[in-house]
């Protein structure tokens, strides 16, 4: 092998992710899931890689599937895809193993759509959401979309609106599409060419353009409220109901398509409004009665919704909340001695469920406390030949300074255990009852 000429790098528009953000991401893929098995939704897993005909299901007109997507032969001569969204996958997982319905499952994982990298669009960026297949009742959408917001809300985001619409059902979406493409056409000389290519391909999608030209456009186009069949009309108003005796707040815009051919019936948004106009959508779903017999399978009905985790850490950022959560170490091993003294105590510490570290290589007392100092531990844990001559630690409390303290070392670990043991008022870091439930179980 010949050394490239530069080292490599990251694609366009992709990134690596370090501590503290890679934190931050499991600390908000735990706050979902808590909340989705919470609410009976249980893990799903497809694979990134899918047969091409999968995502093409998705419409063949979106930009999605039509431009943004990773596709390739593989060496079997197969025409592949890497996944630009989970809904799909899910489905034909659904399809291909029937479990029963209704069938609920959450997810957390990278998609890859190459799009033009901006600030909040990446080629690769990760998502957390549900999808729940074989229930028809609006009841189902206010779970759904209560779950996104209480989400959102739980994470700190006060900037944040939830939009709702309704596509109506296939032929109200149908007849609907049929208006607005002749409306567009009727006015293809004052919409940008963009829009005319759009137009041509997926009228509805000009809709939601953010082009100044062409919004004044379709600010007299036919509104979707007009073709709602009455079915439709009533699941609405039954989505409607649901959210206000729930106080979930929310708009409505008949405006609101989304990107993809799927949906029917309900679609919504998540909007943050401290990002760019551009890339505001932290979040986004609906309904899409008609995918799972796209894929091949039986007509059943499914709705879900997808957070874009790149975005909402965007919006945490602008509005100062879900800070990464700073990483716990309960001690800190200084061994002056050279022996076997920290490799032994760590592992004894580690084995214990205490999170111990130290340094390689010695050093002198001095630059070992540093080190121990900088590493942010509650305790350093001293061994010098003193200590080791008389079977001691010595335990320095690197928070509250207090005078340190010498512990045999054979009782070492349990006392640290008994001192990090809930008692009522002293939890490690202000914890909730939850985390006193997992330290419990180490004593
Ligand atoms: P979509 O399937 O396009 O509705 O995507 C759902 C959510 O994923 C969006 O609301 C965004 O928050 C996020 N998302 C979609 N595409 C990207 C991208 N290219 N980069 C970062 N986040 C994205």
Known sequence: MVAPEQPFRTLTGMHDLFDPDTARRRALVDLFATRAEQAGYREVRPPLLEELGVFQRLGEATDVVSKEMYEFEDKDGRRVALR??????????FVQHHPPTPWKVWYAGTSFRRERPAKGRYRSFDQVGVEVLGVDDPDLDVEVLALAWSTVRELGLRDVRLVVNSLGDGDDRRNYTD???????????DLSEAAVATSERN???????????????????????????PDSVAHLDRV????????????EDDRLVRGLDYYRRTTFELVADSLDAAQNAVGGGGRYDGLAEDLGGPPTDGIGFALGVDRLFLAC???GVFPAPEPVLDAFVVDTTGGGAARDLVHELREARLAADRR?????????????DR?????????????LAAGVVTVRDLRTGAEQETIARAELVGALLQRLAPTAGTGRDGSDGRDDEREGTRT
């Open 84 to 93: 630009p969204e989970l809904t799909a996958g899910v489905v034909r997982a």
């Open 240 to 251: 409607r109901e649901g959210l206000r005796a729930l106080g979930v707040p929310f708009t």
């Open 203 to 229: 009228p509805l999608r000009v809709l939601d353009t953010k082009r100044p030209e062409d919004r004044a456009v379709i600010a007299d186009a036919p509104s979707i409220a007009e073709f709602l069949s």
């Open 360 to 372: 390689y290589g010695g050093g002198s007392l001095r630059s070992q406390m540093k080190s121990a």
């Open 179 to 189: 208006a607005v493409a002749a409306f567009l056409h009727s006015r293809r000389s």
């Open 375 to 387: 590493s942010g531990a509650r305790w350093a844990l001293l061994v010098g030949t003193d200590e």
């Open 317 to 319: 950022d602008a509005e």
